[in-house]
């Protein structure tokens, strides 16, 4: 498993890609209705903006040429925003989130204070990912269906090692 950041470049290859992996994971938890074309017009209209932001990042998780997923996060005064981790189905329980999280204390600022996170109500998984990590809501999104979590970046760094798979 190799984990790479998104070449920025060479971004309008690979988010359909990514917009896949998400679509899959999240139509039967939260369904739109729209269809994969319309999700993903909607999707890129939001990420290519923000991946033009330096801060703004994409880990690519690679199992040879295949991506098994990818995280979306940003550092921003003090704050690690965890905004987007997904997961082909069949990485899912492999040991790819604990790899993950390895990797991100190595090259998330260590004076970092906070991380937060948005979760969709009806995501139970991703709920119980965050309380896991040591989050607790805050409050919820703008139009309500996602609850808003915080917690000390220290616990996550604590948690876990660095990884060797930097590039």
Not at 24 to 37: K, L, Q, R, V
């Amino acid at each position: 498993m190799r984990i790479r950041f998104l070449d920025k470049t060479k971004a309008d290859e690979i988010l359909p890609e990514l917009f896949r992996i998400l679509y899959d994971n999240m139509e039967p938890i939260a369904p739109t209705g729209d269809s994969f074309e319309t999700g993903l017009a909607l999707w890129l209209d939001c990420v290519k903006p923000a991946l033009a932001r330096e801060q703004r990042q994409i880990l690519l998780l690679t199992d040879g040429e295949k991506t098994a997923g990818y995280f979306q996060y940003y550092v921003n005064s003090g704050v690690f925003m965890m905004e987007e981790i997904q997961f082909r189905e069949e990485y899912r329980g492999t040991g790819l989130f604990e790899t993950l999280y390895r990797h991100l204390v190595g090259i998330i600022p260590a004076d970092t204070e906070f991380v937060e996170a948005y979760a969709h109500k009806n995501n139970t998984k991703s709920m119980a990912v965050l309380a896991h990590l040591g989050l607790s809501i805050i409050g919820e999104n703008k139009n309500g269906n996602s609850w808003h979590y915080r917690g000390r970046y220290e616990n996550i760094a604590r948690r876990y090692g660095r990884s060797p798979l930097t590039e």
